[in-house]
């Protein structure tokens, strides 16, 4: 559990490249790890109880801590390679919140060549305006980057 935690704590503001074959890598683990689960927790259940119940959970708890792996493993590799500092500037819009975030903030990051939200109140960054142009800091590497900053004029980032 301390190291699932450590890898939570040290893949913050990890974004993999979307050229990246994560989602392979992590439908391929997560059948894995449910088809090992499934071996796994066969002494956990009585005899006469339902096996396909008993499979059914079996998978299901097994996927979910595979692609949890998976996710944090990746966003590990992309901390570990990635050294180039960049900094740009680039136009943002407020898109609407999600739980435990009040407003997000989009962008177009050149160096992942895609749009990428992140959640405005995190990064201290005001909801007004609707739109502008963000100073964006951020290590990148081959397999992603790594969000160091982001400021607006008007109101100062982290």
Not at 53 to 60: E, L, P, Q, R
Not at 104 to 115: C, I, N, Q, S, T
């Amino acid at each position: 559990m301390t190291l699932l935690l450590g890898l939570a704590v040290l893949s913050r503001d990890v974004y993999p490249a979307p050229g990246l074959p994560a989602l392979r890598l992590t439908v391929a683990c997560a059948l894995f790890a449910a088809l090992a689960c499934v071996w796994l927790l066969r002494g956990l259940r009585r005899p006469l109880e339902n096996p396909l119940i008993h499979a059914f959970g079996s998978v299901v708890t097994g996927a979910i801590a595979g692609v949890f792996l998976v996710r944090l493993t990746t966003d590990v590799v992309v901390v570990l390679t990635a050294h180039r500092p960049h900094t740009q500037s680039t136009a943002y819009v407020i898109t609407a919140g999600w739980k435990n975030c009040r407003f997000g903030v989009a962008f177009e990051d050149p160096v992942l060549r895609a749009r990428m939200t992140v959640c405005g109140t995190r990064w201290r960054l005001a909801a007004t305006p609707q739109a502008g142009v963000l100073q964006v800091a951020e290590l990148a590497g081959p397999y992603g980057v790594v969000l160091r900053q982001i400021t607006t004029d008007a109101v100062g980032g982290r």
